[in-house]
C-alpha cells in the first residue's frame, strides 16, 4: 500500500490521506485526527494522492487518475467541496500542490516527462500556466 500523506491545519488539526483497493476499484481517502473515514474520489482508478492545509483550515486533496491521464482536486474542512478536474495530460502524479490566497496550483509530468503546471480556483476552473 503506498505511503499515506498527512498535513496540519492552521488550527492545528492533522488530516492524512491514502489510497485503498485495486483499479477498478482503488479511490482516496481521508480522515482528520480521529474522525470518521471519508472517501475523496469516485474515480476508481486514482492514485498518489497529496495533501496541503491552505490558510483558512481547508485541507486540498490531489491525486492522480492515469487511465483517464488527469489530476483532480478536492477541498475538506469547513465547506467540504467537490471533486475538481484540475489538470488534463497528467503522464505521472502530482509533483506538486500550493494552494494559498484561494488559488491552486498543481504541477505534474505531461508527455515526455516536460513539467506542466496547472493553476485555477474552485469556482473559475483551472488553466494551464
Not at 495533501?51 to 481547508?58: K, S, V, W
Not at 474542512?77 to 497528467?90: K, V
Amino acid at each position: 500500500m503506498p505511503r499515506p500523506e498527512c498535513c496540519v491545519t492552521t488550527d492545528g488539526s492533522a488530516w492524512h490521506t491514502w489510497c485503498e483497493g485495486t483499479p477498478p476499484a482503488r479511490f482516496v481517502y481521508t480522515q482528520k485526527e480521529d474522525g470518521p473515514k471519508l472517501q475523496v474520489s469516485t474515480g476508481g482508478n486514482d492514485a498518489a494522492p497529496m495533501i496541503r492545509a491552505d490558510e483558512y483550515n481547508n485541507v486540498w486533496i490531489a491525486w492522480w487518475n492515469p487511465a483517464a491521464r488527469e489530476i483532480r482536486v478536492c477541498r475538506m474542512g469547513p465547506r467540504s467541496g467537490r471533486e475538481l478536474l484540475a489538470c488534463e495530460g497528467a503522464y505521472g502524479p502530482a509533483r506538486d500542490l500550493t494552494v494559498a490566497e484561494g488559488r491552486i496550483r498543481v504541477t505534474c509530468a505531461g508527455a515526455g516527462g516536460r513539467p506542466i503546471t496547472w493553476e485555477g480556483t474552485e469556482n473559475d476552473g483551472f488553466r494551464q500556466v
